[in-house]
């Protein structure tokens, strides 16, 4: 029996700013959204690979994520996910106080950094502060990872505390 994967993906934002004058309320209610669905597959708007886990990171530390080996356990069973492209990534900084901050990305040459959403620039890192969420989504063209090459995704703890993040990554076998 052959696994299937089905993403739905979505985020928005929705405000109401008012400027209450002396004769009346001023209103900006508005929306904006992403949605995007994959269906199972590796061509465009497909994705069949997913990889999920919450990570805590002592201070100072950090760990890669080797994109072409990610070990996961499946009812009771040690899997490894290989990943030869990515659709999404979606991390969440769970600490609650400010400074707790993680770092994605910038492992360096030495590192084999993923450096594809990056601009290709190994040693670009995105700031992750306390309480926040990333979403990169790349539903056409994909980021490229190269085994032994660009396969490691760097978290860093750039806090004081240790912190706990959630991943997940989404992406395809070919």
């Known amino acids: 029996m052959a696994a299937s994967l089905a993403l739905d993906i979505a985020a928005s934002l929705s405000w109401v700013f008012q400027d209450t004058q002396e004769l009346t309320t001023i209103s900006d209610t508005a929306k904006l959204q992403f949605a995007a ?3 199972n597959g590796t061509a465009d708007d497909q994705a069949d690979r997913l990889w ?3 990570r805590t990171l002592a201070t100072a530390t950090h760990e890669d994520l080797d994109l ?3 070990a996961a ?3 009771e069973n040690s ?5 030869a492209t990515v659709r999404a990534l ?5 600490a609650t106080t400010a400074g707790e901050d993680l770092l994605v990305g910038g492992a360096g040459a030495g590192g084999n950094a993923w450096a594809s959403p990056f601009n290709g620039d190994q040693d670009a890192q995105l700031v992750l502060p306390a309480d926040a969420t990333l979403l990169l989504v790349n539903k056409k063209n994909t980021w490229t990872i190269a085994n032994g090459a660009s396969d490691q995704l760097r978290i860093a ?3 004081t505390g240790s912190i706990t993040y959630r ?3 989404v992406g395809t076998s070919a």
Do not use: K, Q, W
Request: aromatic share 4%; proline share 0%; glycine share 4%.
């Open 73 to 75: 356990s499946v009812f």
């Open 157 to 159: 703890n750039d806090g």
């Open 167 to 169: 991943v997940v990554i």
């Open 79 to 83: 899997v490894t996910v290989s990943l």
């Open 52 to 54: 999920h886990d919450e």
């Open 68 to 70: 072409t080996a990610l």
């Open 90 to 94: 979606l991390l969440i900084n769970t």
């Open 37 to 39: 669905d994959l269906a």
